[in-house]
């Protein structure tokens, strides 16, 4: 439930910022029960994206800028679907 509270605030903080906000999907992994996983990546035009998956809507990937513009991933997460 924190965790959908999380997503939550994070889907509404990005469509507060909704000018030229994109959000592409694609396909992530498959579960043990083979169950179809995608990625889903929201992201603005200040350089800032926000990357969950459909499996509990984790976020895999938060990149932002640095002062020199700069991107880089502040989540500690795993590369693909068998490590979550």
Same mark, same amino acid.
């Given at each position: 439930?924190?965790?959908? &509270?999380?997503? !939550? *605030?994070? #889907?509404?903080? =990005? &469509? ?8 592409? *999907? ?6 043990? $029960?083979?169950?179809? *996983? $995608?990625?889903?990546?929201? @992201?603005?035009?200040?350089? #800032? @994206? #926000? @990357? =969950?998956? @459909?499996?509990? !809507? *984790? ?6 800028? $640095? ?7 502040? #989540?500690?997460? =795993? $590369? ?5």
């Amino acid at each position: 439930m924190k965790k959908l &509270a999380i997503l !939550g *605030v994070t #889907v509404y903080s =990005f &469509a507060q910022l909704a000018n030229a906000a994109t959000l592409n *999907v694609k396909p992530y992994g498959t579960t043990q $029960d083979g169950q179809k *996983v $995608d990625l889903y990546t929201m @992201s603005n035009n200040n350089g #800032v @994206s #926000v @990357s =969950f998956i @459909s499996f509990g !809507g *984790v976020i895999t990937q938060i990149l932002t800028p $640095d002062a020199q513009g700069k991107q880089n991933n502040i #989540v500690l997460g =795993f $590369d693909d679907l068998k490590g979550y």
